[in-house]
Structures are given as structure tokens and as C-alpha cells.
């Protein structure tokens, strides 16, 4: 049997321009009302970048969440309801000075974390090439790897951003990567 739930209340309490504090009442038969918290926030959006030469262009930030300098994907948030495809390809540019050769494919359209988060992760993959005159963001440095190199840092664990390795899982199960085992 199953049980029904009805959730009785919602309220916002906004926290930043980033992040939004939810708390939702929810009502389970025969039981007492339970409080659950999640954060709202924009939808991120991250591309995968191969060049015709197999290299492929990584950022290298600080990250105060996790207190230290992170490998990632391009990417960023979604902030001002953009077409998705048109925010990877922006932030490809401005993160790695790379240039979108080809439309972005979409890889998929993935729920970060049902438990807390309340946005999507919009996955994108690009064949790109750098263009002279790109001046890098204060902050963040591109690092080029080969796809070995990729593979290997993530066996690792110096690349450890689960939903970018998410992004490299669909794009070798759509056939836009492969690696020599």
C-alpha cells in the first residue's frame, strides 16, 4: 500500500541572489507533519569541449565551498533564463577561450541532488578550438589535457566534480568520447 503525502506549506526565505532557503510541511498518512529544507538556485550548465587534435580544455579554480582549487568543466549558472546552449557556449569562451566549431549537442538534463538541490544540470557537449587574443577571468586558469590525461584524473581523484564526471559518462555514452582501455 501506498502512502500519500500533501505537502500543507512552502515558504522562501531568499539568502543571496544565488540561493534560496525553501521550507515545505509535508503530511504523511498517519503521521505528524515533517519539515524538509532544500535550496532553489539557477540551473548550472556545463560543457564538454574536444578540439580536432583530442585536447580538451579544463578550469582550474578556487573554490570556497570546498577550500580548494578544484578541476572542472566550463561552465556556469543559468542566472538570467538564457537558452542553455547559448550559456555553454559563452562560458566556454570566457572560462578557456575556446570557440565553439560546432552546435552543442545535448547530453542530457540532470536533477544534481533530489535530496536538497531544486535546479537541473544542463549537459552539453562541443567540438571547439582556442582563439588567439582570449584574455583569461581573474581567478580561473585553463589547463588543456589530452583525453588520457582527463581519464587518468579522474581515476584519481584529482578531477572529483561528480556531476562533471556525470558530463563525461553521457558523452561517452553517446559516442562523442572514447578512451583505449
Same mark, same amino acid.
Request: glycine residues 6%; aromatic residues 8%.
Given at each position: ?7 500543507? #506549506? ?10 534560496? +532557503? ?34 580538451? !580544455? ?5 573554490? !570556497? $565551498? ?5 578541476? #572542472?568543466? !566550463? ?5 538570467? $533564463?538564457?537558452? !542553455? ?14 570557440? $565553439? ?8 538534463? +540532470? ?6 538541490? %531544486? ?51 553521457? $558523452? ?7 578512451? %583505449?582501455?
Amino acid at each position: 500500500m501506498s502512502r500519500k503525502s500533501i505537502l500543507t #506549506e512552502t515558504t522562501r526565505e531568499v539568502l543571496s541572489p544565488w540561493v534560496t +532557503l525553501l521550507t515545505r510541511t509535508v503530511v504523511k498518512s498517519d503521521s505528524a507533519p515533517q519539515t524538509f529544507h532544500s535550496l532553489g538556485q539557477a540551473d548550472y550548465v556545463s560543457v564538454l569541449a574536444v578540439a580536432p587534435n583530442g585536447s580538451i !580544455p579544463i578550469v582550474r579554480q578556487y573554490r !570556497p $565551498a570546498v577550500q580548494r582549487i578544484t578541476l #572542472e568543466l !566550463p561552465g556556469g549558472l543559468n542566472d538570467v $533564463a538564457e537558452e !542553455p546552449a547559448v550559456v555553454a557556449i559563452r562560458e566556454l569562451y570566457e572560462e578557456t577561450g575556446f570557440r $565553439a566549431l560546432s552546435e552543442p549537442v545535448l547530453l542530457g538534463n +540532470l536533477i544534481p541532488d533530489t535530496g536538497r538541490l %531544486e535546479n537541473r544540470i544542463w549537459c552539453y557537449f562541443v567540438t571547439a578550438a582556442p582563439e588567439s587574443g582570449w584574455l583569461p577571468e581573474d581567478g580561473v586558469d585553463r589547463v588543456i589535457y589530452t583525453r588520457d590525461q582527463l581519464r587518468s584524473e579522474i581515476l584519481n581523484g584529482t578531477f572529483d566534480h561528480a556531476l562533471h564526471i556525470a558530463v563525461v559518462g553521457l $558523452a561517452l555514452m553517446h559516442g562523442h568520447l572514447n578512451w %583505449e582501455v
